[in-house]
């Protein structure tokens, strides 16, 4: 089968990182004409006075599908709170002509475009000042200041899942959280830069804020 042709590839951790927190999570975005490779750094793990979590991104060309390249190129980090790239996923979540990168720490969740992370022409730092422009798409919470109810207290988006389940052919995420039923967020557009709404049982609040606008 097709098994026997994948070629292996060694991603080498950056600089200072302990090879033993380098990749306890990964994922693959494929774009237009490279792919995105996110590997997690969950340092905290090993040492919970870290604080954080960090994401490192590798730019892997498609003419390099042969094998005859340089392999992932390190392009730049994404970091967040303690936990952060716990869960990854992926998906046209934002837009359909594209794949997003969604990443998750315990208590928020993320989606980025993987068009702006990979459209830099230079590496980029780990600060949230460095992100190239448009790279953060939405970004969601749980609690009572938070743009998802039904979850408060709980540890938000332990793992992640994205798929059409209401059949509608966009894509929607589901996210677990612990001591806590998970979190579906519907995506209810027909267009690019799709909403994320929460498909909430009546009791609970059934918005979310997207977008820098809320919908109900």
Known sequence: GNADCLTPYFVTPPAGVPLRNFGAGVAVVAAAD?????????ADLRDPSAGEGRVWLFRHSRKDIGGQGQGPVPIGCLTGSA????????????????????VADGQTVQVFSSAALLKTERSFGCAASSLPPGA?????????????????????????A???????????????????????????????????????????????????????
């Open 34 to 42: 490279d792919y995105l490779l996110a590997v997690a750094d969950l």
């Open 83 to 102: 936990g952060f790239g716990r869960a990854m996923a992926v998906g046209s979540i934002d837009d359909k002509t594209q794949q997003e990168l969604v």
């Open 136 to 160: 953060l798409i939405a970004s969601f919470t749980c609690g009572n200041d938070g743009s998802v109810g039904g979850c408060a207290g709980s540890e938000f988006g332990t793992s992640l």
């Open 162 to 216: 994205v798929g059409d389940f209401d059949g509608d052919g966009d894509l929607d995420m589901v996210i677990s959280n612990l001591d806590a039923p998970p979190t579906l967020l519907r995506n209810d557009s027909p267009r690019s830069g799709s909403w994320l709404m929460v498909d909430a049982p009546a009791a609970l609040p059934d918005e979310v804020e997207a977008g820098g606008r809320k919908q109900t």
